[in-house]
């Protein structure tokens, strides 16, 4: 397939909303779900896909060189992968204007770099093809926070879910996308061009679809965007709802003539000369198709590739997400990890030590190298390599990364502890993160904080 | 009398219904409809005035027929008819063709109502109420309703909500019908509308009729949309006005009593209001016609369906009007009764319908036309498109187009009659008259505006039947006097016998643009042409419209020039304020008052109405001045002697003395130069009646030494003053110490 993958990796300042977690040793791309890179699970299901062309855009050129080492011990000989450095706050637009001399393909696939999924980015670039569209969006069912949440996280998740909410107006074969609006907007009321409406008939809203930053474009309408919008920043808030806006403005030109021929003449002919056919239908079905094709000579159309409910689909834009992606990745969908879990429904690695009565429940990741003492509880919990635990320690709904220690009797609930963190004595968390190489002293406790170490913040 | 007895009647179906509920319980209710014999709109003007809308032969049977019909088929076994104008006429009609007095298993009950005052189907749904006959749910249709469909899935499909949840009170029958782009109205001259449908309830969320384009957006209200992930926004849909509903419909009617119209107010009032969280469902017709006579366009429309027997058993060789011979179907669609005279030269084309009795002459034409019965149809006739209904006489070499020809109409030799006429009754068209297109000829006159009729026009600016001049002097009588319509073309006429017996109508309001949206007439070539041109140009405004960073951009350069005007326009006030204070309407205070109140309105400073104050006490002495300098000086001082106090306060930092020093000098450079020669008397005077402190004008002067010297012409005129001034401000200084 003539397709040029970018994909858009982010870098380690891009947003605030992953701090502490993101830092400059550990770029956006490279945060671990399940013990692997994020980035990962986007470059494998490209390689399902059959996919390999890939120019990954990093932000930073520190982030770059991490991304670039990471990527070309792990893909090497499966993927071709280049890495390109552009400079950070570009938005997602603005770096694919930086990139957009290296594009060449007739169509052009971005994927953002924080998408878990399991929708084939091959299944959204044949539909692209076969509807010959200027653009395809993947768009897939909003993702709901699991019961495991804890009533305060699932609470933020309340707040936060409008603001995600996007107004999508599809078309009846839900193939076409005729109108956007980006979550922003959604607290106020909705506006939908009448036109639009009369042009389709019928247009079908929902507001329970996502944008989950997986676009096929074609090139020369991406160029010609990125070069003549030159303020554009963002894809989904400004690319894609402009190129949504203007399919309609092609009318006067070229594509016009048919389209009234086709309106002109079925309104004389419903009342004069009589034809024994109802008119009824014959104006009815099929009227957006024809009026979209007979059109294309002029303007583009802008599809959608709805993924059903079933398929999996998230993105890592935030501390709330990053909790959800990794339950979601080790619970309801392992498949997306890539291991085979064994009948207690966790992975222990071999390598690991475990003190006695220490329980490794269902859903759990234990990675090679990490030494846990007597009587600890692990629930539902993600540990890295080469951790050292202390006895007694309870961890339940966490993500702990690299060659963290954790000493006796700590508690550790829905939080995150990144790489060489040091939890002394009996120290508490209770949906907290914990930066990279932050100490929590001993015998205390953190409830809903974010812990940082004071360089990392500079 | 009748209406004693019509009461009677629907006493005893109502006591007999409940009787049955009684007895078995199981047996639902039985099913009753509410059928409206008046549609409570003018568009079918000027037919209507003698004759009401539902008693008007659709192909031969009068409307109400097709809908009483389906009533009965669909299996509703008690109907009111709802009579309001010319209600003896339709009750005479139910009456001569059997539906009243009807009764025995199997057929239905049809009993007329009838009420006077009702302006409106709030009113008839109101009446009804009152009556207390409706005891279950019912279907409410209008009498012109031509349908075939099956009731038994839409009135299942509402028991079964209803169990489920009983605010569902009512739901709409639906079918599919894409308006054209252009025009913007469907198959049946229908305006179109938008509705929002939840597509897995069939919920009705949204409707919005009479889609005009002035509103380029549909808007949702967010909490419609966050209840309902999920909407569907049709424009393809139209509302075939068949209603299943419950009584609490009814109840609604009467509690609101300012519902009239059943879309417009009952249907936005429960979707807008959320009254009492009643809900209202669509039931989407996939087979079956339904369809509503609400136009000339959809008269042309239904009957050309009814005659392609899209409506079977609708159809003229099935149900046929009670008293009639049979007409029966030939090839290519063709009516004809048994006893037709035709002319073996006569030619009648597809899809056209000859009552009985009727003949037509040698080399007549008949194309796509309804021709009704006892009619006489001269040699060389052209009839293509148009409904000729009884007992219409036609002369040799008539064309008759896209018409509508009513009863006993009478066209003389050679009459054209231009598409999108219509002729009411007995109206006679002289010898080669030409009726121009879209007229409406009656022999009653055109009711004025302030004819009552006029308020059953509630909310309905469609058909603007507006004041016209007197007709009196174009009626002709007979043959004497007649109306020279198209002056050139009768004037070819070789007799004297031409014009029309009849009041031509005008549409004046509305005009033209109406007339062919809703006409029998195919919309005219040029019409839609013009209309594409306006679709692209909507194309270019919407994406401007759309476009959010164009408003920005404008927005900062329009805001230098709305801050000028802003304060002009508040000049301008104050200035009318003083001009009134002046005449003696306001006194002083109150005056400080209405100054005030302005300054705020404008959200200005303290300062900017000393300078608007003293332009308006300028301007005073001005007007009061003869062009004289002198009387100039001296209206100026009794204007400023007069207004000190006023002035004053408004000078009560140096700041705002400053101001009016300002004003002053802008005044005698741009707007009144008046003053110009005056400045240095009157700034003493100010100084004198204490508005201007030596303070500011020091400052003033002080100021003005740097500026240009075109700046400096008054502080150089005043220079004596100032020079006083600052001279006696030394002294007061020496004195001090």
């Keep these: ?200 008939g019928r247009m079908e809203i929902r507001s329970d679809l996502m944008d989950a930053h997986l676009y096929a474009f074609k090139r020369t309408i991406l160029q010609d965007v990125l070069e003549h919008k030159e303020a554009y920043r963002s894809i989904r808030l400004e690319v894609l709802p402009y190129l949504v806006r203007s399919q309609l403005r092609s009318a006067p030109s070229g594509g016009s003539g048919t389209a009234v021929d086709e309106t002109g003449s079925s309104a004389v002919q419903s009342s004069g000369n009589l034809q024994c056919l109802s008119q009824h239908r014959v104006i009815a079905s099929s009227a957006f198709k024809q009026n979209v094709l007979s059109r294309s ?110 000493e006796d009797g700590c508690h550790i609930q829905g939080s995150v502890v990144c790489n060489n963190v040091q939890l002394q004595e009996r120290a508490v968390l209770k949906d907290c993160q914990v930066g990279a190489g932050y100490i929590v002293t001993a015998g205390s406790e953190h409830k809903a904080e974010s812990l940082a170490r004071k360089y990392s913040e500079l | 009398m009748s209406h004693k007895k019509s009461r009677g009647r629907g006493g005893g179906g109502g006591a007999a219904a409940s009787g049955d509920g009684h007895e078995d319980l199981a047996r639902p209710p039985p099913l009753q409809a509410v059928l409206l014999a008046d549609s409570f709109t003018l568009k079918f003007r000027p037919i209507t005035l003698e004759r009401p809308k539902v008693l008007l032969p659709l192909v031969h049977m009068p409307m109400i027929e097709y809908t009483l019909t389906w009533l009965e088929s669909a299996g509703v076994e008690d109907a009111f008819v709802f009579c309001c104008a ?44 009152d009556r207390g006959v409706i005891h279950g749910d019912f279907v409410l249709i209008s009498g012109d309703t031509v349908s075939n469909m099956s009731l038994k899935d839409a009135l299942q499909e ?50 919005e009729d009479r889609a005009d384009n002035s509103h380029l957006y549909i808007t949702i209200d967010k909490d419609i949309l966050n209840n309902n992930p999920t909407l569907q926004l049709h424009n393809d849909m139209e509302d075939c006005y068949i209603d299943i509903c419950s009584p609490e419909v009814l109840s609604l009617f009467t509690d609101n009593f300012d519902y009239q119209h059943l879309r417009r107010h009952f249907v936005k009032g429960l979707l807008v209001d959320d009254i009492m969280g009643y809900k209202i469902y669509t039931h989407e017709l996939r087979s079956g016609y339904a369809a509503r006579i609400d136009n000339f366009r959809s008269y042309d429309t239904v009957s050309k369906d009814v005659i392609q027997r899209w409506t079977y058993p609708m159809v003229p060789d099935v149900i046929s009007s009670r008293d009639c011979s049979e007409s029966r179907l030939h090839r290519q669609g063709v009516y004809k009764a048994s006893d037709v005279t035709l002319s073996p030269s006569a030619q009648i084309g597809a899809n056209s319908v000859v009552g009985s009795v009727t003949s037509i002459g040698d080399h007549c034409k008949v194309l796509n036309s309804v021709i009704g019965e006892g009619c006489k149809i001269g040699k060389n006739v052209l009839i293509n498109g148009s409904f000729i209904w009884d007992n219409v006489i036609i002369e040799d070499g008539c ?49 004025s505006n302030e004819d009552s009729d006029e308020e059953l026009e509630y909310a309905d600016t469609n058909s603007g039947i507006t004041d016209s001049p007197p007709f009196s002097s174009m009626r002709s009588n007979g043959d004497q006097s007649t109306v020279p319509l198209e002056e050139d073309e009768s004037g070819t006429s070789e007799t004297g016998t031409c014009g029309v017996v009849g009041y031509i109508w005008t549409s004046v309001d509305t005009g033209i643009v109406e007339e062919w949206r809703q006409s029998i007439a195919p919309i005219p070539k040029e019409k839609l042409e013009e209309l594409l041109h306006a679709v692209s140009d909507d194309d270019g405004s919407e994406d401007e419209s759309n476009n959010p960073t164009l408003p920005d951009k404008d927005d900062s350069s329009d805001s230098v020039v709305e801050d000028d005007d802003h304060i002009s326009k508040f000049e301008k006030e104050v200035e009318e304020t003083f001009q ?106 100010l100084y004198d009646t204490e508005v201007v402190s030596e303070d500011a004008i020091l400052r003033w002067a002080e100021e003005k030494e740097h500026a240009d010297e075109s700046d400096k012409v008054f502080v150089k005129q005043s220079e004596g003053f100032i020079k006083w001034l600052k001279e006696a401000e030394e002294e007061d200084d020496e004195e001090e110490e």
């Design chain 2, 86 to 129: 010319h209600s003896h006429q339709v009750k005479e009609y139910l009456e001569k063709a059997g539906w009243a007095g009807k009764s025995g298993p199997g057929s239905m009950a049809v009993t007329a109502v009838e009420s006077h005052d009702a302006i409106s189907a709030g009113d008839a749904l109101r009446v009804i109420y």
């Design chain 1, 1 to 200: 397939m003539d397709f040029q993958v970018v994909v858009l990796a982010g870098g380690t300042s891009d947003s605030e909303k992953l701090s502490p977690l993101v830092s400059k040793d550990v770029p956006k791309a490279l945060l671990p779900v399940a013990n692997r890179p994020v980035l990962s699970y986007a470059l494998d299901l490209l390689e399902a896909s059959d996919l390999k062309d890939l120019i990954v855009v990093v932000e930073g050129q520190e982030a770059a060189q991490l991304v670039d080492a990471w990527v070309s011990s792990a893909y090497l000989d499966r993927l071709r992968v280049e890495v390109v450095v552009v400079s950070e706050d570009l938005g997602s637009a603005g770096a694919l204007r930086a990139i957009s001399k290296r594009l060449t393909a007739n169509d052009i696939l971005v994927v953002s770099g924080d998408l878990v999924t399991d929708v084939l980015p091959g299944a959204v670039a044949a539909t692209h093809r076969r509807n010959g569209a200027a653009v395809t969006a993947l768009l897939c069912s909003v993702p709901v926070s699991g019961p495991s949440d804890t009533a305060s996280s699932s609470g933020k998740d309340k707040a936060k879910k409008p603001n995600r909410l996007n107004v999508v107006g599809l078309d009846r074969s839900k193939q076409f996308l005729l109108h956007i609006v980006s979550g922003t907007d959604v607290e106020k009321d909705v506006q939908v061009h009448k036109r639009k409406i009369q042009v389709v």
């Design chain 2, 399 to 447: 064309k008759v187009s896209n018409s509508l020809v009513c009863d006993g109409v009478h066209l003389r030799a050679g009459a054209i009659v231009e598409p999108g006429c219509v002729l009411s009754f007995k109206v006679e068209v002289g010898k080669n008259v030409v009726v121009p297109a879209h007229s409406k000829v009656s022999l009653l006159p055109q009711p």
């Design chain 2, 580 to 685: 009134r204070a002046l005449g003696g309407g306001v006194n002083r205070d109150n005056l400080i008052l209405e100054i005030n109140g302005l300054r705020l309105a404008y959200s200005l400073q303290h300062a900017d109405c000393a300078g608007a104050v003293f332009y308006s006490v300028m301007k005073s002495a001005l007007v009061a001045a003869q062009s004289t300098n002198d009387t100039l000086l001296k209206t100026t001082a009794d204007a400023l002697g007069k207004w000190k106090d006023l002035l004053r306060n408004y000078t009560k930092t140096v700041d705002e003395e400053m101001e009016i020093l300002l004003k002053f000098e802008e005044m005698c450079q741009e707007t009144t130069k008046e003053f110009s020669l005056l400045f240095p008397k009157i700034l003493p005077y």
């Design chain 2, 158 to 207: 509402h028991m079964d909500r209803k169990k489920k949840d009983p605010l569902a009170v009512m739901t709409m029958v639906i079918k599919h019908s894409k308006p054209s782009i252009l025009t913007h109205q469907t198959r049946l001259g229908n305006d179109e509308i938008v509705m929002a449908i939840d597509p897995e309830t069939k919920e009705l969320l949204y409707y």
């Design chain 1, 297 to 406: 000579s002029g303007g583009h159309r802008c599809c959608a590739y709805i993924a059903t409910k079933s398929k999996y689909c998230h993105r890592l834009n935030s501390i709330q997400s990053y909790c959800d992606i990794n339950r979601d990745v080790i619970g309801e969908a392992s498949h997306l990890s890539g291991y085979s879990f064994s009948t207690q429904n966790n992975i222990i690695h071999p390598s690991s030590v475990l003190g006695s009565k220490t329980t490794i429940g269902p859903h759990c990741i234990l990675a090679e190298g990490s030494q846990l003492g007597d009587k600890c509880s692990v629930k539902r919990s993600v540990i890295g390599r080469h951790c050292r635990i202390g006895s007694n320690v309870k961890i339940v709904n966490s993500v702990v990364m690299n060659h963290v220690v954790i």
